[in-house]
Nanobody, 121 residues
Framework: QLQACGGGLVQTWGSLRLSCAAS????????MGWFRQAPGKEREFVAA?????SYADSAKGRFTISRDNAKNTMYLQMNDLKSEDTAIYYC???????????????????WGQGTLVTVSS
């Protein structure tokens, strides 16, 4: 089970940190990722972490994905937020996901409930 939180309203160029707490399985044994869905748009990949992180081009240099094995939690630190980052952010997890598939939401077995991020100008 995944529980995402940390969303909210932030001004342009502000920062937020999303958290995704996992239960039932250690996060170190999972491939974990963040996806987002903006109003009227399809879900898109944001970032994932296996042994190393992967990022969408839109997230590179601004977002950092990490995990704390002791807290069994994954994070997404988001800096320099823009209006186009406004979306519902979902955390996801799975096992046996190869590197070439981490951007594919269909590869993940477990999903959190989503947390809303709104960036206002």
């Amino acid at each position: 089970q995944l529980q995402a939180c940390g969303g909210g309203l932030v001004q342009t160029w502000g920062s937020l940190r999303l958290s995704c707490a996992a239960s039932g399985r250690p996060v170190r044994t999972l491939v974990m990722g963040w996806f987002r869905q903006a109003p009227g748009k399809e879900r898109e990949f944001v970032a994932a972490i296996r042994s190393n992180p992967s990022y969408a081009d839109s997230a590179k240099g601004r977002f950092t994905i990490s995990r704390d094995n002791a807290k069994n939690t994954m994070y997404l630190q988001m800096n320099d937020l823009k209006s186009e980052d406004t979306a519902i952010y979902y955390c996801a997890a799975g096992t046996g996901i190869i590197l070439s598939s981490v951007r594919n939401g269909e590869a993940y077995s477990y999903w959190g409930q989503g947390t809303l991020v709104t960036v206002s100008s």
